[in-house]
């Protein structure tokens, strides 16, 4: 079955830490990826997404994610945190072609500490 | 302003009823999508709709029905065949495989 697994369910990192969030994907065909960003009480809200092109995307608040399709992943980075980052992020996959089914990983929840 | 509702945004049942959790959309979307949230889980789709007067099981449907009879519209129905309906359901549309674009939620807990 198609899956989207994120590695890391709970991170915690101080402000001006480096972030990297891992994404891989079981999916065989061509693909759009998104990551989506939860704030605390706010909408689920697209960070970025990669239909094709240039497999490193810029999204918003200066967060990027690569995307490497020999290994299947979509890892979303950021240089450097700020506590209004703390949120829970979402790794999201459809398969073109193949209806409109988008599949959710489990989610991450990051805590940024000041 | 265009964007998704939906109402109302806390919801509570009694066990053995069957309750309906309204979306509607301004955004000209022809697709809508209803997602469950639980904590850890992610999020798991469970019904969806690419067209008017048709829609798709997801992967979790079992004890829920929707309906779609006008385009802004997608509403659904939880209902007492659902064993374990307390989460927080999200609503979302979008054109094609574009991006979805997900509402507010509603919090629903079966007391």
């Known amino acids: 079955a198609q899956s989207v697994s994120q590695h890391n369910h709970h991170v915690i990192l101080s402000e001006a830490a480096s972030l990297e969030l891992g994404c891989n994907y079981s999916?065989?065909?061509?693909?759009?990826l998104f990551w989506y960003v939860q704030y605390p009480g706010q909408h689920l809200q697209l960070l970025l997404k990669?239909?094709?092109?240039?497999?490193l995307v810029k999204g918003i608040k200066g967060f990027e994610a690569e995307f490497i399709k020999s290994k299947f992943s979509f890892n979303l980075r950021k240089p450097s945190v700020q506590w209004s980052d703390t949120a829970e992020y979402f790794c999201?996959?459809?398969?073109?072609?193949?209806?409109?089914?988008?599949?959710f990983g489990t989610g991450t929840q990051l805590k940024v500490e000041l | 302003d265009g964007g998704i509702t939906q109402s109302p945004k806390y919801l509570f049942r009694k066990e053995g009823q069957n309750v309906t959790l309204s979306c509607e959309q301004n955004l000209n979307h022809d697709a809508m999508y209803w997602y469950r949230q639980d904590p850890g889980q992610g999020l798991r789709l469970i019904y969806y709709?690419?067209?008017?007067?048709?829609?798709q099981k997801g992967d979790i449907a079992e004890g829920y029905s929707v309906s779609r009879e006008k385009k802004e519209s997608f509403p659904l129905t939880v209902t007492s065949a659902q064993k374990n309906p307390t989460a927080f359901y999200l609503c979302a549309s979008s054109i094609g495989t574009s991006e979805q674009f997900f509402g507010p939620g509603t919090r629903l807990t079966v007391l």
């Open positions: 709709s690419q067209i008017v007067n048709d829609f």
């Open positions: 999201a996959v459809i398969l073109t072609g193949g209806g409109n089914k988008l599949t």
């Open positions: 999916y065989g065909g061509t693909v759009n």
């Open positions: 990669y239909f094709s092109g240039d497999p």
